[in-house]
């Protein structure tokens, strides 16, 4: 449980399940509702995984940098879950999920430009995959 694989399969794992159980709630329900219901079952969760985990920091004591780049990461997954869940709400499950995983090329795309991180065939080749793939469930 302490590889990076381990937790990446568990996130796609729930990520799976959230996509059926979101879709099951927007059918009755606005997709704006749902994201705002969605997020108040998430911050108490944190807070007790960082509770449990003796996690608390004062944010006076965290670097102004990460928590500048925190905060633009909440406001972008905000806006993720506000758009994901509206799309739910339009089209189906099938087409939906594996159509927003091109998120995934862009952050590759995003990794390389804006991280540095090395461009090699290998992940070309696998974020052009994901890309045909998304493109292929999709249409």
């Not at 944190?46 to 920091?57: D, E, K, M, Y």
């Not at 927003?100 to 990794?111: F, P, R």
């Amino acid at each position: 449980m302490q590889s990076w694989q381990f937790w990446a399969l568990a996130s796609a794992g729930f990520a799976a399940l959230t996509a059926i159980w979101a879709k099951v709630g927007v059918t009755e329900v606005n997709s704006n509702l749902a994201t705002l219901i969605r997020t108040a079952v998430i911050l108490p969760m944190a807070a007790l995984v960082v509770t449990l985990g003796g996690s608390w920091r004062p944010l006076g004591a965290l670097p102004t940098r990460s928590v500048v780049f925190l905060i633009l990461s909440g406001l972008g997954t905000g806006a993720s879950w506000l758009c994901y869940y509206r799309a739910l709400q339009m089209g189906p499950v099938t087409r939906v999920a594996p159509f927003e995983k091109i998120s995934v090329a862009l952050a590759v795309i995003l990794g390389v430009v804006f991280l540095g991180e090395p461009v090699t065939l290998k992940l070309v080749t696998g974020a052009a995959l994901i890309v045909g793939g998304a493109l292929l469930l999709a249409w």
